[in-house]
């Protein structure tokens, strides 16, 4: 098999679409309309290349297609299609290469290296700005920023050494790793803490300063530490508190999985929150900013921002956010058990 970056001159040429969807191919990929065989399907694309090269039906699965491509770079991305190269090899590494996987799409912590291999690909868990100079890796070997389709050149021929000997690599991973490691600790000494609702499935997840600062994520330019926060929450809706001087800066997300199509982990409900922002207006009296939608981000839902979009300090105190949220939610429950009466 080879590999050829996704461009619009693939368009009639007959491919296997790894990780992203796009048209006239066999997909093996997880992202929402894909049209991946059953019998493969898993939750990462990682997942779903492994069962197809394992499969004693891959000859069919494939209908004797060569070309492998993908449309974006990241963690599972790279690692779906050096599965698919690597054929049969890549199955003397399935533990690590779905782990990493995970920690790069849905920023879940199976061990220190996964989160770690993780890094070097695709960069630290949390995007934002200040967070977008893509893959350490590529950065590296290249000795300059590059585009996607030549980063995919040059860590494709690294990935089994990476998964194999990540410390070869740790002044690509040490920095990123002490910021998910220091969040990590600040849950585990009970500074950061989880509050679960289980009635209604929210998760209060309030962080402590001490994640913030110089050594770690910035609340004002980072979006979360997701990796910590994925390992400490069991809810489908994540309210992330974190103290300002000056109030509370607000984030609202779904799981971080919720973005993918799944087999074991549950699919999550989206919810319509436009009346909540009204209300939650109404009850703000912080002048600094706006409860609004944000979905910049493929799990974020509502933040509190100022003009600049940044966050910004909000003077409602997490239980009154928490509990103007559980009565929306419960509203929502009636009208839709209303609607199933009918």
Request: some cysteine; glycine content about 8%; hydrophobic content about 40%.
């Amino acid at each position: 098999m080879r590999f050829e970056f996704y461009h619009s001159g693939l368009d009639d040429v007959p491919k296997l679409s790894v990780d992203g969807t796009v048209s006239n191919s066999v997909h093996f990929s997880h992202w929402v309309g894909n049209e991946t065989p059953t019998e493969v399907k898993a939750d990462t694309s990682t997942e779903i290349v492994l069962n197809l090269v394992g499969s004693p039906n891959k000859a069919n699965l494939t209908r004797g297609i060569e070309l492998v491509t993908n449309n974006h770079f990241d963690t599972d991305g790279v690692l779906s299609v050096w599965a698919a190269l690597a054929g049969e090899r890549a199955l003397e590494l399935r533990d690590k290469l779905i782990s990493a996987a995970e920690a790069g799409d849905f920023c879940e912590f199976r061990t220190e290296e996964a989160v770690r291999t993780s890094i070097v690909i695709q960069g630290p868990d949390q995007a934002g700005p200040g967070n977008d100079s893509g893959s350490p890796l590529a950065r590296l070997l290249a000795g300059e920023q590059v585009d996607e389709a030549r980063a995919y050149e040059l860590v494709l021929p690294e990935v089994e050494r990476v998964l194999t000997r990540i410390n070869d690599y740790e002044h690509l991973w040490t920095d990123a790793w002490k910021k998910v490691a220091a969040a990590i600790d600040s849950f585990e000494r009970g500074n950061s803490q989880v509050i679960e609702f289980v009635g209604s499935g929210l998760s209060l997840v309030t962080l402590a300063p001490e994640v913030f600062g110089p050594a770690g994520f910035d609340p004002t330019r980072h979006s979360a530490p997701y990796t910590a926060i994925a390992s400490y929450t069991k809810g489908s809706l994540f309210v992330i508190a974190t103290p300002l001087k000056a109030g509370w800066a607000y984030r609202i997300d779904y799981p971080y999985y919720s973005w993918a199509e799944t087999v074991v982990r549950p699919p999550i409900e989206r919810h319509d929150f436009s009346q909540l922002l009204d209300e939650l207006n109404q009850l703000e009296s912080s002048s600094e900013g706006v409860w609004q939608t944000d979905n910049h981000e493929m799990t974020s839902v509502i933040k509190f921002l100022g003009s600049h979009g940044q966050f910004a300090a909000s003077n409602l105190r997490p239980d009154e956010v928490v509990g103007s949220f559980e009565v929306a939610l419960s509203s929502q429950k009636r009208a839709q058990a209303s609607l199933r009466a009918k």
